[in-house]
Every structure is written in C-alpha cells, then in structure tokens.
C-alpha cells in the first residue's frame, strides 16, 4: 500500500511535469474543410463566449469546448478569451442560471474534437496543434 | 390509497417522459453565508450581533431540458436559510428560441430591473456576497408572464434587449410586516450593450401597485370624513397606483481592474411611499485568484409633504392631529443612508469562491438615525 502510494505520488510529480509544458502549447482552431468562414480572434472570441450564433456567410455555429481543467481548455480560455477558469465558471453561469444560454458542449479531447468537426460543417472547435490532421481546417492560431 | 395510485401514475409518467424524450441538465449553485454585526444593539440585512449562518445562505438546483425544435423547459428551485429552506421555484419557464438571436421565455422568470438581476443569486457570478441592498431594493424580483430576449450586433458591439409583461402576487415583507402585494400589469424593457471590457445598460419597469396597510386605515378613514380633505387619503393609500423604475448601470472589467456603477430611481406612484434614489460605485483590483475590492453608496428617499399644503394648521383640533399622524408616517419611512464596503472574493478551488466582507452603514434620517457595522463571510459555488 505504502509503496502504492509513493509510486502514485512520482506519477503524480511526473504527469505534472510532463504536463506542465503543454500549458504553454499552441493551440489552434479548426472548423470543417467545406467551411470558408474566414474568422477574426473577435470572431473566435464572441463564438466561444455564445455571442455569435452563425457564421459570417450564415450557418449556424454549434462551438464545442473541451474538458475543464484540461490544459488545451485552460490555454484557450487564457490567450484566446482572456479568462481565467473561474472567470469562465462565473460568466457561463450568469447565462445557465437566467435563461440566456449554455455553454458548449464539453467533448473528452482532440481526437473527439476532430472527430466531430470532420463529421459537420456547422461545429467548430479548439485542439493542441500538434495533433491537428488534414481532416480538419485550421482557422486560427493562439501560442 | 388514492395518494397511492397517484403517485404510481406520476412515476409512470415520469419513467415515460425519460424514456421517451429528453436528456434532463442538472446544474445549481450554493451560497453558504455567515454575519455578525459589531455592536450588541445593531442590526443590518437581517444579521445582529450573535453570529448567524442562515441568513444569507442559499441553495438551488436547476432542471432543464431541450424539447427539439427550439423548445426547452427549465426550473430553478430554490431554498433560502432565511425561509427555513423552504423550496420556492423561482425560475419555471418553457423557453422557445425564435432565432438565433430571440428567444422567448414564458411562466416564471426573474424581473429584469437592475445589472444584476437575472443572477442575483448566484453569488459565484459576482465579486460581492450579494448586491447593495440600497440600489437592490424592490420589493419583488421575479413575476409570471412573458419575456423576450432580442440579442444582435451593432458594429463592435453587441446588443441584448429585454422585455417583460406579467405580474406578481406573491407577497412581500414591507414596513415591518408580510404583506399580500399584487404588482398587476408590470412592464419592463432593458438595453445592454457589451464590448469585450465594457458593459453599459439602462432599463425602465412599471407596475400597477396595490398593497393595503390595514395599520393605515383609521387614518384614511380619518381624511375621508373630512370630505374637504377626502383626496389626501388617496394620496397617502396605496390602491391602483402606477409605480415607475428607471436604472443606469456599467461595468467596465479590463486586465485586472474592476468599475461597476449603477444609479436607480424608484418613484413609486402617489401613495405614502417616498420617492427613492439610489447609487454605488465599485472599484476592484485582482491579484491572482485574489479580487480586492471597495463599494460605496446612497440611499436617499424623500416624501412628499405638499399633499398637505392646503391644510389649515390650528384651525381644527381634530384635523391638526390628522396631519400631525399622516406627517409622521411620511417621515417614518424616509431614509438619508449611506454605507462602504470592503471586501474581498478568493478562488479557493476551481468552482469554490471565498468571500470576506465589512460593511459600515450609516442612516441619518432623524426620526430613525442608526449606524452598524457588518462582517460577514461565504463560500459560494456552482456545479
């Protein structure tokens, strides 16, 4: 048990150094190939944040998310939306709790993401860049 | 036995309704709040100077579901320590999304008055433990009717207008005692307009009011039989009032500094109501998962006394005690206050917030001057 305990205690140490460097990664934002939207960072800002609602050429925007707490979503939601984690707690919270929206749909990650992006049009969504594949479309770049 | 069967069927239909249809969302938030006041004859927003944990405290659960086609339902149930956690829906709509950019909500909603009503009790959602009470002072904040959200894009900013029709007869505490209110045909319309830092927003409400103070009676009753004076007692009742509400709010939230003001103006109709206008100001500065912030503001209601101009002073014995009585319930109910906050919010965890606050308050109406100071604490969350 003891030693159970240290070795789980190392892994912890080690994931969170292995971990830690990911935090600085690039992160980009992909959509569908068949998509041309063309979007600014306050585009991709005002998507993520549940402002805008459809593409520049129409189309409705379904953004996904990825799991809080993972390091993709906590570099997004700092360089692209300017937010700290529990920033973006309160302000979807503001909106869950008064009718005025939801937040999107959390998937478990990249590959999910790429999945679901490949498959639709309309979704659009963030991953490391260093998973990213030609089945989806790079629309911007956050380091 | 007929509970029995009642109850069988509405399991039944529950089981059929999952079966059938929808994915249910459960989400809620908690506050856990604590007070004291730091002098044994003070009391201030329900706390005095004998620590307590239920006055503030909250807890809500929320179910929605997506019923397809722009369709959706929602309930918030909510349970307040100061209610003896009774549950109380405060929240229960059928929401249905026109557009895009529309969406209608219909049955139980909040009352869309000030910054920051639609979540005034999430308390995770805001630096303070709850709004200052002075500007968020409206006797009702939810109503059951019909609301409109109209959200669009003007240039660089973006534009959210709200509108309400509906009405509320819950009842509501006022001067001292649990009163059975009926705010009939209220409307409500509010602008805000966002750009990424800054937030500005005004809105405008009004409502047809009746109220009675059985304690007021023998004094309308007293006006009345003057017969010269019988319209001062409709100046002093509150009957098929119009009440009017205007607000002006703003945030600004750039890099790490915090500015929030909101101005309101309650001019509840003619009746022994004074006319209230009220301000704070917030300025805040985070240090990390640390927010520091100060508010300060106004309260100030007037009554009106110029209902009574035309009364002889000294004439009649009997109408000199009425007037001296009616002037007396004006002042009783005006207010000259002021108060400051220092408080400060902490990320404890990824969904917990901490919050420390101290408030001096200071009232100095003269028929009731008062002073108190508050410390209090929470822990507030969402999940």
Redesign the interface.
């Known amino acids: 048990m003891k030693l159970f305990n240290k070795l789980s205690i190392t892994s912890l140490l080690l994931s969170l150094f292995v971990l830690a460097p990911a935090v600085s990664a690039e992160v980009v934002v992909i959509t569908n190939p068949s998509n041309s939207a063309s979007l600014s960072e306050s585009d991709v800002k005002r998507i993520f944040l549940g402002k805008m609602k459809s593409f520049p050429g129409g189309g409705t925007i379904l953004s996904v998310n990825q799991s809080a707490g993972s390091d993709v979503r906590k570099t997004f939601d700092k360089v692209a939306l300017g937010k700290s984690p529990s920033q973006m707690k309160a302000y979807w919270s503001k909106l869950v709790f008064s009718g005025k929206g939801n937040p999107p749909k959390e998937l478990a990650n990249d590959a999910e993401v790429i999945k679901l992006v490949a498959e639709n049009p309309a979704v659009i969504g963030y991953i490391d860049a260093a998973n990213k594949t030609s089945d989806v479309k790079v629309v911007a770049t956050y380091k | 036995m007929a509970l029995f069967k009642k109850l069988l069927l509405v399991c039944c239909l529950l089981f059929s309704w999952q079966a059938s249809a929808a994915e249910i969302d459960f ?1 809620g ?1 908690a506050t856990i709040a604590g007070g004291l006041t730091l002098d044994e004859d003070e009391a201030l927003a329900g706390y005095d100077d004998k620590f307590s944990f239920d006055n503030g405290s909250l807890i ?1 659960l ?1 179910a929605s579901s997506d019923l397809g086609n722009g369709w959706g339902v ?1 309930a ?1 149930l909510l349970a307040r320590g100061s209610e003896q956690w009774d549950m109380n829906a405060e ?1 229960a ?1 059928v ?1 249905y999304d026109a557009s ?2 529309w ?1 209608l ?1 219909f049955g139980r ?2 009352a869309p008055f000030y910054m920051y009503s ?2 005034l ?2 308390s ?3 630096h303070w433990i709850e709004p200052p009470s002075g500007v968020y002072s409206l006797p009702f904040d939810v109503f059951d009717g019909v ?1 409109s ?1 109209y ?1 669009s ?1 003007m240039g660089e900013f ?1 534009s959210t207008i709200q509108l309400a029709y509906g009405r509320n007869r819950d009842g509501a505490v006022l001067v001292g005692e649990e009163r059975d209110t009926d705010f009939s045909e209220f409307l409500s319309a509010s602008w805000t307009l ?1 750009r990424d830092w800054l937030t500005l927003r005004a809105s405008y409400a009004r409502a047809e009011l009746v109220i009675p103070f059985d304690e007021f009676q023998p004094l309308l009753d007293g006006w009345r039989g003057t017969v010269t004076f019988a319209g001062i007692a409709d100046d002093l009742e509150l009957s098929d009032d119009s009440g009017n509400f205007s607000s002006f709010g703003f945030i600004v939230d750039r890099e790490s500094f915090l500015l929030i003001g909101e101005v309101t103006k309650v001019d509840p109709g003619d009746n022994f109501f004074p006319d209230q206008d009220s301000y704070y100001v917030t300025l805040g500065k985070r240090f990390g ?1 640390v927010l520091l912030h100060v508010t300060y503001g106004e309260d100030e209601d007037v009554s009106d006394y110029t209902i009574f101009a035309n009364v002889p002073a000294g004439v009649d014995p009997g109408l000199d005690f009425l007037l001296a009585q009616s002037q007396g319930v004006l002042a009783s109910v005006e207010e000259d206050s002021s108060f400051y906050t220092i408080g400060l919010r902490w ?1 404890v965890s ?2 917990v ?1 901490a919050k420390f606050e101290f408030t001096k308050f200071e009232d100095e109406q003269p028929l009731l001057a008062a002073e108190a100071s508050l410390f209090q604490f929470a822990l507030t969350t ?1 999940f």
């Open positions: 989400s938030f809500a929320q929602t918030q929240w709509y929401s895009d950019n969406r909500l909603q909040r639609d979540f009790d999430v995770y959602a805001y609301g959200i959200s894009s973006d966002n998962d990320e990824s969904s917030a969402v």
